[in-house]
């Protein structure tokens, strides 16, 4: 029925004087319960849909969005949405992509296996049988020892996603998922009183695979972990970032590649297509199209068909992030507009953290970021970390309130090892990392 009500929307569009229309049409619902301290603390259950319409007018261009979806509403909203567009400044440079750079291939919204059909039968006692599994509470004394666990919040949901792209060169693009998440927070109190907290969590498109039972007790391991930090002193040693937060030094070389920040110059990586800028060590690759994996999609917001490429390629950059609108701006051949299941390629021999803590030796390990910045036309970064201090390839104590700083071209330099324990329900698949020579400052 909604396939229907949206060509209609799509032809009446055309009807009021718009040349070229795309609309994207989304639904999600998301249910949600809160456990506290081994009691459910809340439930939430929120239902959204929404239409985004992109009007291209006598050569002039507008986006307009809107939950009123009434046929009667989302007609006038229309006939206001194009007079709207008419009294803005023409750009020529706008316009739909070519067809045959559009997905053909994803018509039911399923092919990718993110949906699952478990998620229809699931009722409300059955969600929060899930909910109370996945604590730790009643367990808690299992793991004390020095500390006292005086916390345990944690939040189990289930959602799904349903969108429908669509344009007046005929395009039909569907996209349906489902996710299931688990996460935890736990608070810890040492003998002397202080508290410390840290969290773990998990997500995945099948309820099958979400790991409820050790999500709460990883947040207890972790913040026991985090027990009495020692200051550190000024040094210039190795780095090794765990997979759980690695891909903070990764996002920001994305970022740069992308065609928005590259054409405005506001990137350090502006004039570096075809160059080798990076270790041999270095390859990416956006693997958009792999059945099962959270994050995939078979086109972009354009409707553009993703593929399977190399972003950086034994240390050369390969592509840039550059949709229809950006690529007529730059007088350059399109691609895709971003990354969407980017991929770090492991090196070595190393399987675990654990195997490159060996490996490496001595230096510092990064379990996270407290804030911190990086600069995009540059490529500078500082940032706050927490972690541990590593001697002979094993944790000796915790270290907290230091700085990193650098540049991301001589970091990925310096890259030198990685371990291969990408996270699956992350969004990038980016394992531990060992760098050489990073300076950090307390």
């Given at each position: ?108 919204g399923k092919e990718l296996e993110l949906y699952d059909a478990a998620y229809e039968t699931l009722t409300s006692a059955q969600r929060k049988e899930l909910a109370l599994k996945s604590s730790f509470w009643s367990q808690k004394e299992e793991l004390e020892n020095g ?74 391991e972790r913040a026991a972990e985090s027990l009495f930090p020692v200051n550190t002193d000024n040094c210039v040693t190795n780095l090794i970032v765990d997979s759980e937060c690695a891909g903070k030094l990764v996002t920001p070389l994305l970022n740069a590649l992308g ?184």
């Amino acid at each position: 029925m909604i396939v229907k009500e949206l060509n209609k929307t799509l032809e009446f569009a055309l009807a009021q004087g718009a040349q070229q229309v795309r609309l994207t049409y989304s639904k999600s619902v998301m249910n949600l319960i809160g456990i506290l301290n081994g009691e459910v603390d809340k439930t939430a259950y929120a239902l959204d849909q929404s239409l985004q319409l992109q009007l291209y007018v006598d050569g002039r261009f507008g986006t307009f969005s809107t939950n009123r979806l009434d046929q009667k509403e989302l007609q006038a909203f229309i006939r206001s949405a194009v007079e709207t567009v008419r009294m803005l400044e023409p750009d020529p440079c706008r316009g739909l992509p070519a067809p045959e750079r559009q997905a053909k291939d994803a018509v039911t919204g399923k092919e990718l296996e993110l949906y699952d059909a478990a998620y229809e039968t699931l009722t409300s006692a059955q969600r929060k049988e899930l909910a109370l599994k996945s604590s730790f509470w009643s367990q808690k004394e299992e793991l004390e020892n020095g500390f006292t666990v005086i916390a345990e919040e944690g939040e189990y949901s289930d959602s799904f996603f349903d969108s429908i792209t669509m344009d007046s060169q005929g395009l039909f693009a569907r996209h349906t998922e489902t996710s299931f998440e688990i996460g935890y927070e736990a608070t810890i109190k040492d003998e002397h009183g202080k508290n410390y907290s840290n969290y773990w969590w998990d997500a995945t498109p099948l309820l099958k695979d979400l790991k409820l039972e050790t999500c709460s007790r990883t947040a207890i391991e972790r913040a026991a972990e985090s027990l009495f930090p020692v200051n550190t002193d000024n040094c210039v040693t190795n780095l090794i970032v765990d997979s759980e937060c690695a891909g903070k030094l990764v996002t920001p070389l994305l970022n740069a590649l992308g065609g928005f920040a590259v054409q405005q110059k506001n990137s350090f990586l502006a004039d570096a297509l075809g160059k080798k800028l990076f270790t041999h060590k270095l390859n990416i690759t956006d693997m958009p199209r792999v059945a099962g994996q959270t994050g995939c999609r078979l086109f972009d917001s354009e409707g553009v068909a993703t593929r399977e490429m190399p972003v950086i390629e034994n240390g050369v950059v390969k592509t840039f992030f550059i949709n229809t609108y950006i690529g007529k701006k730059m007088g350059v051949e399109p691609t895709i507009e971003d990354a969407t299941r980017v991929k770090l390629m492991p090196i070595g021999g190393c399987s675990t953290l654990e195997d490159l803590l060996k490996e490496v030796g001595d230096g510092i390990l990064v379990t996270g970021f407290n804030g911190g910045n990086s600069n995009a036309a540059t490529g500078n970064f500082s940032y706050g970390i927490e972690g541990f201090l590593v001697r002979g390839g094993r944790k000796v104590h915790p270290v907290r309130e230091m700085l990193i700083t650098g540049d991301f071209i001589s970091l990925w330099n310096n890259l030198t090892a990685t371990a291969d324990d990408a996270r699956p329900c992350m969004s990038k698949l980016i394992p531990s990392l060992a760098f050489k020579d990073v300076s950090f400052s307390a």
